[in-house]
Nanobody
Framework: QVQLVESGGGLVQAGGFLRLSCAAS????????MGWLRQAPGKEREFVAA????????WYADSVKGRFTISRDNAKNTVNLQMNNLKPEDTAVYYC?????????????????WGQGTQVTVSS
């Protein structure tokens, strides 16, 4: 079992930056693939970024590639998402997620454990 708590969301202007953090607890956290997904009003939840158990592999949605960076520190039980050059279309609730399975990171149903979400709002 894994518990996830996000922080770092807020209101920023277009072109600005935010750093989201996810504090994780659980007996098998170090073995879990971790990721960030987001959901905008009226939209389905979509994949943003993921990182492997070891931190050696990362995956990004095309819409954020080159702007967002995911990282993890297993010793501190944290996962971070550095978001640069934010755009109004990045506005959404961002969720930290954990996946003990071997499914595709690009599908929301692959993720088993979820945080409560943190709001990111980007103004034009």
């Amino acid at each position: 079992q894994v518990q996830l708590v996000e922080s770092g969301g807020g209101l920023v202007q277009a072109g600005g930056f935010l750093r989201l953090s996810c504090a994780a607890s659980g007996r098998t956290f170090s073995n879990y693939r971790m990721g960030w997904l987001r959901q905008a009003p009226g939209k389905e939840r979509e994949f943003v970024a993921a990182i492997s158990w070891s931190g050696g592999s990362t995956w990004y949605a095309d819409s954020v590639k080159g702007r967002f960076t995911i990282s993890r520190d297993n010793a501190k039980n944290t996962v971070n998402l550095q978001m640069n050059n934010l755009k109004p279309e990045d506005t959404a609730v961002y969720y930290c997620a954990a996946d003990p399975s071997n499914g595709s990171v690009y599908f929301a149903k692959s993720w088993v454990y979820w945080g409560q979400g943190t709001q990111v709002t980007v103004s034009s």
